[in-house]
């Protein structure tokens, strides 16, 4: 299924919390390997792991018990030693959890993230923010799309997201401050571009999410005028807005725990993915 450019690596990011990032992400990567039969990797960056937990669901638990290597390991490069065996090289098989296996040429697969992410980064030397990326080149070229999963605050694990990525997906939910993320998005990219001149990355656009429940009114005008401001924006930034929003669904929350049955509305995230892998051309 490979591509011959190799896989699209997007990050789904806003540097504002709760607006669907880790949603978009798995429905998306559902969509690639199951609607368009794309070899798909998801990759989890953020600590609170809410990606792998959606996609692994009840396997996460386990997971975590037998201590199995992470993007922890990713970053730090080995797997560590026990009292067994000394630490050995990371191997590419033992990181990466096959969620959907379809055939060899086609599966969703996760490298998952774990709780004690930050403090073990923190408290460990500052990583190479170019790792994943180079761990990537080398295992996963063989991919056609590698979605990564952001936490909303920008640290080192951002710059990694950048470094690995060519494309950018920023959900915002039409609310009161809704465009808070947006100045630090643009300046986070545009000072990880003036540094690295020769990378780059394009934000493919902006997706609306009615992550909330708008009283039946269509949100009112406080909706309306948080549109106003995301286009204001938005076009300030010369970035794109997908005409498909993605509705408020009870679905949703279902679907992430991986409850597929009676997913209403939430079924009409199949537009806007539709539109979107449209517009990168996957
Ligand atoms: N369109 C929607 N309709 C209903 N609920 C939604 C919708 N989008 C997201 N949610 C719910 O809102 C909550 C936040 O979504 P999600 O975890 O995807 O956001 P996030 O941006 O990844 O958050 P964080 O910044 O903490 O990583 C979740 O409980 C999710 O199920
Ligand atoms: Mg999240």
């Known amino acids: 299924m490979a591509r011959d450019d190799g ?33 798909v990797l998801a990759i989890d960056i ?3 792991a809410n990606l792998s937990q959606a996609l692994m669901r009840q396997g996460y638990d386990k997971f975590l018990e037998e201590r199995r290597p992470s993007i922890v390991e990713v970053f730090n490069g080995y797997l560590p030693a026990s009292p ?27 490298i998952p993230s ?4 930050s403090d073990n980064l923190t408290s460990s030397l500052r990583p190479d923010p170019r790792v994943l990326a180079r761990f990537l080149a080398d295992e996963f070229k063989h991919k ?16 990694a997201a950048y470094h690995a990525s060519g494309l950018v997906l920023v959900p915002v ?6 465009t808070i993320g947006f100045p630090l998005l643009r300046e986070s990219l545009a000072e990880f571009k003036r540094k690295n001149r020769g990378h780059s990355i394009d934000v493919a656009g902006v997706v609306i999410n009615n992550g909330f429940y708008d009283g039946g009114n269509a949100g009112g005008p406080e909706k309306a005028r948080a549109l106003g401001e995301i286009r204001d924006e938005a076009a300030d930034n010369v970035w794109h807005i997908f005409a498909n929003e993605i509705p408020f ?9 991986g409850d597929y049955n009676y997913p209403g509305n939430a ?16």
């Open 84 to 110: 067994s065996r000394a630490p050995r090289r990371l191997d590419v098989a033992s990181v990466t959890q096959t969620i959907i296996f379809g055939s060899d040429s086609h599966s969703l697969q996760l």
């Open 144 to 159: 056609d799309l590698i979605v990564i999963d952001c936490a909303p605050t920008e640290s080192i694990l951002t710059h």
């Open 46 to 48: 953020d600590p609170q």
């Open 114 to 117: 774990r709780f004690d992410f």
């Open 7 to 39: 896989p699209m690596v997007l990050c789904v990011i806003n540097m504002k919390g709760g607006v669907g990032k880790s949603t978009v992400a798995t429905l998306l990567c559902r969509y690639a390997y199951s609607q368009r039969r794309k070899d």
């Open 173 to 178: 939910k039409p609310e009161y401050f809704a």
């Open 249 to 257: 669904s009870r679905g949703f929350p279902k679907m992430m725990r």
């Open 267 to 282: 079924t009409m995230f199949n537009h806007f993915a539709c539109e979107f892998f449209d517009k990168i051309g996957l």
